[in-house]
């Protein structure tokens, strides 16, 4: 099993930035892809970026140029840097991580950005 615990999520103004963070725990070997999906009220969850063990990443067309994922994979930690914060970028954001094992999500962190 592995476990992933979210951290810094908050309210911000637009313009402003937030750091999240996921840790990954219970397992000694690499996850293969780590992500970040969110959902807001009413709608479906969508994938915000992801990155592989190999730091190739993938991004929304929402969120280019004002997001940028990286990961730490001695620490199976991975990091969303929001630059630019849009009031549609509020939304509950899930870590997620892609093992053989399995596919695992992290119980979310709330962003709000609003004024």
Same mark, same amino acid.
């Given at each position: 099993?592995?476990?992933?615990?979210?951290?810094?999520?908050?309210?911000?103004?637009?313009?402003?930035?937030?750091?999240?963070?996921?840790a990954a725990?219970?397992?000694?070997?690499?996850?293969?892809? +780590?992500?970040?999906? #969110?959902?807001?009220?009413?709608?479906?969850?969508?994938?915000? *970026?992801?990155?592989? !063990? @190999?730091?190739?990443?993938?991004?929304?067309?929402?969120?280019?140029?004002?997001?940028t994922?990286?990961?730490?994979?001695?620490?199976?930690?991975?990091?969303?840097q +929001?630059?630019?914060? #849009?009031?549609?970028?509020?939304?509950?954001?899930?870590?997620? *991580?892609?093992?053989? !094992? @399995?596919?695992?999500?992290?119980?979310?962190?709330?962003?709000?950005?609003?004024?």
């Amino acid at each position: 099993q592995v476990q992933l615990v979210e951290s810094g999520g908050g309210l911000v103004q637009p313009g402003g930035s937030l750091r999240l963070s996921c840790a990954a725990s219970g397992t000694r070997l690499s996850i293969d892809v +780590m992500g970040w999906y #969110r959902q807001a009220p009413g709608k479906q969850r969508e994938l915000v *970026a992801s990155i592989t !063990s @190999g730091d190739k990443t993938k991004y929304s067309d929402s969120v280019k140029g004002r997001i940028t994922i990286s990961r730490d994979n001695a620490k199976n930690t991975v990091y969303l840097q +929001m630059n630019s914060l #849009r009031p549609e970028d509020t939304a509950v954001y899930f870590c997620n *991580a892609v093992r053989s !094992s @399995g596919t695992y999500w992290g119980q979310g962190t709330q962003v709000i950005v609003s004024s």
